[in-house]
């Protein structure tokens, strides 16, 4: 607990932070103009000192006009509403879509918050890079800024990256089991990508992408999701791909091990406030998408795997997600991000992703027709 000292003479206000000692006294700083004076404040609350003067000619007379001891307690945090049936109600509409990268940036090395003026940079540039620029010769059309959803600010903690831990705000290095795999997978791809459906990748058929989670990962679009909350159950709606995750909050055990999904095996409880998610039982086809290489760093390979996700509401427009990455098999050591979602006003829209989806027969079908050509 610290105590703010409010002496007001001579028609200034001087304030000084002190703090009690173990025996409870605490000297202030000198303060020209303000005599001597013991003030006692209820035991609870220690003795302070004020402070002696230097020789003033100016002042013959000092007249000491009040003395207020101010407790500075930290914030209040936030209360959040409560369901029908008692728990924490994070339920909404939200979006994480953010300007403020995974990682730190080399040049924010060892600076985890910005300033609000390097914020405004940082957002004025992102909205630069983003502005439409002229098709390139032999484009066929694609997506336009209309359609995508970088977002436009900054997180609103002002961090330098998503990545709260390690300290440096950077992924941890991969295993050399990691790297190796990868260099294979990589390899079957160069060798054997376009010999058929089999070796293509999943969300080029529109089965999953990053953004679903878990890790919930902002990505180009669709950066949307619902939260819904019933008696014993938390769902969440991801817009991309339109995946619902029902995650139990009953305190069931975990799928056996030998059962893989794509989204894993999700188990929730609350930790007072907050809802935390325990995912495992991810299968070898589900990848981390976020935007460096390795493109599809491996996860769910070993039975160590897992992600914990924290859903907090810290404002009546935020969610604050938290997660962390514990997977030995990949990483050198666990890490952890942090992203507000802030909620819109603005529903769910349908992503038709397979309506129209001709990629796979395209692809394939453009190297059938190459590889007669080189005959």
């Known amino acids: 607990?610290?105590?703010?000292?409010?002496?007001?003479g001579d028609n200034e206000v001087y304030n000084r932070f002190l703090k009690p000692t173990g025996g409870g006294v605490v000297l202030c700083n000198r303060i020209e103009n303000i005599s001597d004076r013991k003030v006692i404040f209820p035991r609870s609350k220690g003795v302070f000192?004020?402070?002696?003067?230097r020789p003033s000619l100016l002042t013959a007379v000092l007249l000491l006009l009040s003395v207020t001891l101010i407790a500075q307690a930290p914030p209040k945090a936030y209360a959040p509403p409560k369901t029908a049936w008692g728990d924490p109600d994070l339920q909404g509409f939200f979006t994480n879509a953010t300007v403020t990268p995974l990682e730190r940036p080399s040049e924010f090395a060892g600076k985890e918050f910005l300033t609000e003026k390097e914020v405004a940079a940082w957002e004025a540039l992102a909205a630069k890079s983003h502005a439409d620029g002229p098709p390139r010769e032999g484009e066929t059309g694609t997506y336009n800024e209309f359609w995508d959803d970088h977002g436009t600010k900054a997180v609103s903690t002002r961090r330098s990256s998503l990545i709260i831990d390690p300290p440096d705000g950077r992924i941890p290095p991969l295993t050399e089991a990691a790297q190796k795999l990868i260099a294979e997978r990589a390899e079957i791809r160069r060798e054997h990508g376009l010999d058929g459906p089999e070796y293509r990748p999943i969300n080029e058929r529109c089965l999953w992408r990053a953004?679903?989670?878990p890790p919930i990962f902002p990505v180009g679009y669709?950066?949307?999701?619902?939260?819904?909350?019933?008696?014993?159950?938390?769902?969440?709606?991801?817009?991309?791909?339109?995946?619902?995750?029902?995650?139990p909050l009953d305190g069931r055990p975990h799928l056996p091990q030998k059962v893989r999904q794509y989204l894993g095996d999700s188990r929730g409880h609350?930790?007072?406030?907050t809802l935390v998610v325990e995912t495992t039982?991810?299968?070898?086809?589900?990848?981390?998408?976020?935007?460096?290489?390795p493109f599809g760093s491996l996860r769910g390979t070993d039975e160590k795997s897992r992600v914990i996700e924290?859903?907090?509401?810290?404002?009546a427009d935020t969610v604050m997600y938290e997660f962390t990455i514990d997977d030995p098999v990949t990483y050198t050591k666990p890490w952890t991000a942090e992203i507000p979602w802030v909620k819109t006003n603005g529903l769910i829209f349908e992503y038709a992703c397979h309506e129209g989806n001709y990629a796979l027969k395209n692809v394939l079908s453009g190297a059938r027709t190459a590889e007669n050509n080189s005959r």
């Not at 609350?270 to 406030?273: A, C, P, V």
């Not at 039982?281 to 290489?293: C, I, M, P, S």
């Not at 924290?310 to 404002?315: D, L």
Request: charged content about 20%.
């Open 1 to 8: 607990m610290r105590y703010r000292l409010q002496i007001q």
């Open 49 to 53: 000192h004020g402070c002696r003067p």
């Open 211 to 213: 953004s679903t989670g």
């Open 222 to 247: 669709n950066n949307n999701y619902r939260i819904t909350q019933t008696p014993g159950y938390a769902m969440i709606l991801s817009e991309m791909i339109h995946d619902a995750r029902i995650i």
């Open 270 to 273: 609350w930790e007072g406030n």
């Open 281 to 293: 039982n991810f299968n070898d086809q589900t990848r981390l998408e976020f935007g460096r290489q």
């Open 310 to 315: 924290r859903f907090t509401r810290t404002a």
